[in-house]
């Protein structure tokens, strides 16, 4: 009741409060006449009389004080005049507060940007019931460089079957279907007919035991039965149970929230019933999907372990640790290669009755092995530390933002010494003072916050518009609650910080102190140190972010600078998908296209391949060797399947042997062509002409039996995974080259996958060309959309997007660094001349000449630079280590960049040393000393 009581009588004092304040002043003057009245007759003049008693009384003004700060809610009182005392002083200094404003919006901006995807993609744990239990299975090989591939069926099934350690396991593909697995192509992309139009949307194979792992029930409608996804059409590469689940974003942008549940939709040409959608936001792996489909896995596929086509998640059961799930793992690693004849309940895709397909031969640990991950750090990859990063810099901006106007501030506080000192000998306490500038510095800090989180979102809302896919989870990306909260917490703690800055050092409230020092310099040389210490940090702090900036910059020009193995300039691109309706429909068309496409004015050359360079995932492919003397397969890391002219339109030279021509279409022999790479590692410096490889196609191309194919040719390494990353095992298969029965099965074909990238040799623009490739792809087939239309350069700028990003952001960061540490330098100096005008003008007077007032205004100025550079460069040297990852071609610790970079802040600190030392140079002593 007693708390009850006060906030009671907050309210009535509140409500009531002036004629309070009426009541009070009145009660007051009656006290004061009363008292003089006394004095009066005891003889006292009037006048006399009512000093005496206001003497008594301890001020008028000053009483009142006293009693409202007894009154519950006085606090209220005193922030709302110092809030409107506050703001009546800020309007009072409009240049000040416009440059305070200022800072803090980009240093309060910065850093609320940057948490923000800090928060959505590192700390917001991933969109699923109990996260932390998702686990992702891969696989990767000792030999080589490209790590974290995919999973072969009879691996997947093996695992699952043996693990005691998860509750759910469940796999999925977004690679291409050329391998074999009976997707037909449709993992990645399909074309959905939705009104008029075929819509190009992003799509995911999945087994019924994926969504049920992750714990997502749809939005509408159910998932996948147990059993559904498993089930193949009789005809393979035809694809899965005519069923499909969509996005709740695809249901809302293709279909307009209309009942969807039961409606039959054109996939890839094929009509597939919709039986669900998904919750909002629900993804896979940061994969953006917006249609899932049954992986449909043919009965063949699930005994070849040389098909590594499925991602693997699984969830631990409620009683299980990572470790002892990695423990049970390494325990199946153990025993992998003494497993043999394991087989996997399966249905039959005719009858439907229960059957088992034997697995053949288990997986080798010396051709690759397994590896668990938590689902999380799966989908950030290697993202976190950049992100770090960017999180640092803009926190080093901000140090740098708070150094700069709490000198600032005390510059301000100086002007303002003869007003504290007046209001303190008028009764303000030390703590009321310290209550005030604080209160003002807070105002200013929560204005500047407020600005800086409208930068924030304009910032994010840039960032996700020019890099889309730089980084994890930006369809994440949001300024909810918490950040909101940081960026309200780091405003009030920064408006506290320099807010507090005079009053640290004890010269606000000091009046015998300001009488004495009067116009004279005195007590100059402390207030002078400490702007210096703030100086020299943000020239510090402002080196180290330069030479990070300076760094990431060097990467990026050094990976432009990689040869990729071919010529990206002058090429324009795109995908498209053909409906495959039957076997091998798609090459002649794909052809037909080809050859209208070449006869276009300004194209060239022309041709298509089914996957472009820069993005590309490995596939690692185990590739029969002819004579390996019993030896494991070969692992190919790329298989490409090219069309004519590929060789000559990419500009990759072939080392030895020759390109695909027209014998290798109309002669029965079988022809591939390969890199540096494979050559190497297959035939390690022998001639590799001649010899012979059996291509892992799986079941998906019409053949029981894979035939041998004899290598015709050694291209250039291409670096399909980004120029970045070393360059894979390739193997190049030429489109619709017919062969003769093998061993009396149907006739062989290499088919053209559905999807395939039509790349043109062209000077033209892709928006030049785009009317006439859209009439050229709609003669073959109108219901096929053109996706991705883009120059390849645009391609490979979207490869080095994130590299790009961080040099772009922290070189932002850097010279909004600079920025302030030249402003901060001059303005030290500056202020530094003002309080020595008498003293320069003695000098000049007695016969000082104008260089040597130069050099020593601009000495000072030079040595707070110089130690700021030392310091800078041994901060740069410290965080070296957390640089290195993310440099390509260049060193954490490289003197070219130190030394630009110093030089360069080096001759920004003069230039900012120059003015106020001319300044200084021109001052008039007669002037000076009459003053």
Known sequence: MTLLHRLASVVRWMVHRDRAEQELHDELETFVEMAAADHVRDGAAP???????????????????????????????????????????????????????????????ANTA??????????????????????????????????????????????????????????????????????????????????????????????????ATLGVQPEQGRLFAPGETDAMTARPGIGGPPVAILSHELWQSAFGGQPILGRTVQIDGRPLDIIGVMPPGF??????????????????????????????????????????????????????????????????????????????????????????????????????????????????VLLIACANLASLVLARAESRRREFALRAALGASPGRLIQQTTTEGVLLAVAGGAIGVWVARIGLRSLVLAYPTSLPRTGELTMDFSV???????????????????????????????????????????????????????????????????????TVDNLTRVDAGFDR???????????RTRSGAGAPALQRLLDALRQVPGVHAATGMSDLPFH???????????????????????????????????????????????????????????????????????????????????????ASINPWHTVIGVARDVREAGVDRDAGAELYLFVDQPGPPVDGSERWETTAPPTMHIVLRTNLPASTLAPTLDRAVH??????????????????????????????????????????????????????VAERRREIGIRVAMGATRSSIVALVTKQGLVIVSIGLAVGLGGALGLSRLLGSLLFGVGPTDPITMVVVTSTIAIAAALACGLPAWRAARLDPNVVLRA
Do not use: C
């Open 47 to 109: 006048e006399e009389a009512r000093r005496s008693a206001v003497l008594h009384l301890g001020g008028v003004e000053q009483a009142k004080e006293r009693v409202r700060s007894a009154r519950h809610g006085a606090w209220l009182d005193e922030v709302g005049q110092d809030l409107r005392y506050g703001i009546r002083t800020l309007r009072r200094s409009p240049v000040f507060t416009a440059v305070a404003l200022l800072t803090l919006a980009l240093g309060i901006g």
């Open 779 to 832: 003669a073959v087939d109108p219901s096929v959309p053109i996706v991705g239309l883009r120059e390849m350069t645009a391609v490979f700028d979207d490869s080095i997007g994130r590299p790009r990003l961080l040099a772009r952001l922290l070189g932002g960061f850097a010279g909004l660094a600079l920025l302030l540490a030249v402003i901060g330098t001059y303005g030290v100096l500056s202020f530094m």
């Open 283 to 396: 993804d896979v792996m940061d994969n953006h999907t917006e249609i899932w489909l049954p992986i449909g896995v043919h009965p063949v596929i699930r005994g070849l372990r040389e098909n590594h086509i499925l991602q693997v998640i699984g969830r631990l059961k409620d009683d299980v640790t990572p470790q002892a799930a990695e423990a049970e793992l390494g325990t199946f690693l153990e025993n992998w290669g003494g497993r043999a004849g394991i087989t996997e309940a399966l249905v039959d895709p005719v009858t439907h009755a229960p059957g088992h397909a034997p697995t053949a031969h288990p997986s080798r640990p010396q051709d690759h092995s397994l590896r668990l991950q938590p689902l999380q750090p799966a989908v950030l990859g290697d993202a976190g530390r950049a992100i770090w990063l960017l999180q640092a810099a803009a926190g080093l």
């Open 616 to 702: 590309r995932l490995a596939q690692r492919y185990n590739t029969g060797v002819e004579n390996a003397d019993g030896g494991p397969v070969a692992s190919v890391d790329y298989y490409q399947f090219v069309m004519s002219d590929y060789f000559s339109t990419m500009q990759i030279p072939v080392v030895a042997g020759r390109r695909f021509d027209a014998r290798d279409t109309s002669s029965g022999n079988r022809a591939v062509i390969i890199n540096e790479t494979l050559a190497n590692r297959l035939w390690k410096g022998r001639d590799p002409i001649g010899q012979r490889l059996r291509p892992n196609l799986g079941a998906s191309l019409g």
């Open 569 to 579: 300039s002058r090429m324009v691109t795109f995908s498209m998908t053909l409906p």
């Open 114 to 211: 940057i948490f923000s995807i800090l928060r959505s993609v590192i700390l917001r744990p991933l969109g699923y019931p109990a996260p932390e239990q998702l686990m992702r299975l891969t696989a990767y090989s000792p030999a080589s460089p490209l790590k974290g591939f995919r999973l072969s069926t009879p691996e997947y099934l093996e695992f699952r079957e043996m693990s005691r350690s998860f509750a759910e396991m469940g796999a999925f593909s977004v690679g291409d279907g050329v391998s074999g697995g009976g997707s037909g192509g449709w993992a990645g992309a399909v074309n959905l007919t939705a009104g008029d139009r075929p819509l190009r949307v992003r799509s995911a194979l999945v087994d019924d035991r994926l969504l």
């Open 484 to 554: 909101l909260l940081f960026a309200l917490a780091v405003s009030v703690a920064t408006g506290v910080i320099f807010g507090v800055a005079p009053a640290a050092l004890g010269r606000l409230v000091d009046l015998v102190q300001v009488l004495k020092e009067g116009a004279r310099d005195g007590g100059a040389a402390g207030r002078h140190r400490v702007r210096r210490a703030l100086v020299t940090a943000e020239v510090a702090l402002a080196v180290m972010l330069a030479i990070g900036a300076g760094l990431l910059v060097r």
